[in-house]
């Protein structure tokens, strides 16, 4: 069977959206021939097969080239029976061509391009996935949010993102990582993602980070990461914040500003540290869809400390491959970590555990089998499970 993936969303880009898509195409092109049609990007990755790019940048021409390309490819290639939009924002793209060509539909829903606030959107984007043949749901509270925008039940499935095990299992020392970001002798608290507003970074710095550093003096909050320059929807400046917080309260031993990281560096973090943290705040116009960063910190053998919003609890068996606590409970975050900082024994027990339960659910080769069962029962006589 021949997929059509069309997606803004894509590597050389980076962020949970583009890591999920890109490994979806990589699984499927395992079974099946797949053709992306995706956003213009100054630097191209190393592979670019079956990848066709708009030759502009920016979202305004992006659907007319979608289309456009979209069009050809059907022409030539019978063997094409589905056409796979990479998020929400996609639908009509992909609808269109659906119907023009007796195609299946299928869109990849994420979180944040459901309850984008925009009437436009709601209007143009979200309203068509009623006409999908099939939406995909990154976790059962992105699956709840489709429900709320559809009149059709039984289209939505939940599949989790995925991670490599494998890649998170050879790095240097702990102590040789530390001593080449210059963490030597430090506790290690870790963040990786873009500094949108909706992580709560700068709150856990303002409200907690403090407290644990009067308990646990030589603790280090690294951040890896951002901000989101290349998001369609975050324009905050969070790390500008971040930093007046750092002078303001004289925490420049307390806190490293890494920024963007390759991945054999965030890797090496990831098994250096002593405990992750994802201190997601609860809001109204975004949302935390999955939080793929647990399942690597998971992967890693690293235990983690995160709120209780979104998609997080899919990610995170509470109080067994890492903590849960309620959004904006700052008290509760800096107990359970500084618990976890204390408690040698608590902390690696959870971690492999956490370890575990990512091998057996959320390996790519598990997450994979899902994708190509619930693809492939589309393409059978009745379309349906």
Not at 129 to 144: Q, V
Not at 231 to 247: A, N, P, Q
Not at 306 to 318: H, L, S
Request: glycine residues 8%; charged residues 25%.
């Amino acid at each position: 069977m021949g997929i059509l993936v069309i997606t803004w969303n894509y590597p050389p880009r980076r962020g949970g959206m583009e890591y999920l898509v890109s490994n979806v195409v990589r699984g499927l092109r395992k079974r099946h021939s797949v053709c992306v049609i995706t956003a213009h990007a100054k630097h191209k990755t190393a592979q670019e097969e079956c990848i066709y790019r708009a030759p502009w940048p920016g979202l305004v021409l992006f659907p007319l080239y979608a289309l456009w390309r979209g069009a050809a490819i059907l022409r030539c290639n019978p063997e094409i029976k589905l056409i796979f939009g990479g998020s929400v924002m996609v639908t009509p793209l992909v609808l269109i061509l659906a119907r023009l060509f007796g195609r299946k539909a299928v869109v990849q829903a994420h979180g944040l391009d459901v309850i984008h606030a925009s009437g436009f959107y709601q209007t143009v984007c979200v309203r068509w996935l009623r006409f999908c043949d099939r939406i995909i749901a990154n976790s059962i509270y992105t699956e709840s949010l489709v429900a709320e925008k559809m009149t059709r039940p039984g289209v939505t499935s939940v599949i989790p993102p995925g991670v490599d095990p494998i890649r998170f299992e050879s790095a240097p020392s702990p102590e040789l990582v530390k001593e080449k970001f210059g963490l030597v002798g430090k506790r290690i608290i870790l963040f990786v993602g873009r500094l949108a507003k909706r992580k709560g970074v700068k709150e856990f710095i303002d409200e907690s980070l403090m407290t644990i550093a009067k308990e646990v003096p030589n603790v280090c909050f690294v951040i890896v990461g951002d901000n989101p320059s290349e998001s369609l929807t975050h324009r905050e400046d969070t790390l500008s914040e971040i930093k007046r917080i750092i002078s303001d309260m004289s925490l420049q031993n307390y806190i490293r500003l890494l920024g963007s990281l390759n991945d054999d560096e965030v890797i090496e973090l990831y098994q250096a540290c002593d405990v992750f943290v994802l201190p997601t705040l609860a809001t109204t116009d975004d949302v935390e869809g999955f939080g793929i960063v647990l399942l690597e910190a998971a992967a890693a053998g690293k235990v983690v400390v995160a709120t209780r919003v979104g998609g997080i609890p899919d990610a995170v068996e509470d109080g067994k491959s890492g903590i849960l606590v309620e959004a904006g409970d700052h008290a509760a975050l800096q107990r359970e970590i500084i618990d976890l900082l204390r408690d040698d024994c608590r902390r690696l027990d959870m971690a492999a555990y956490a370890r575990e339960r990512v091998m057996k659910q959320f390996s790519w080769n598990r997450i994979f089998e899902r994708y190509t069962t619930i693809l492939g029962l589309l393409m059978t006589p009745t379309g349906s499970e």
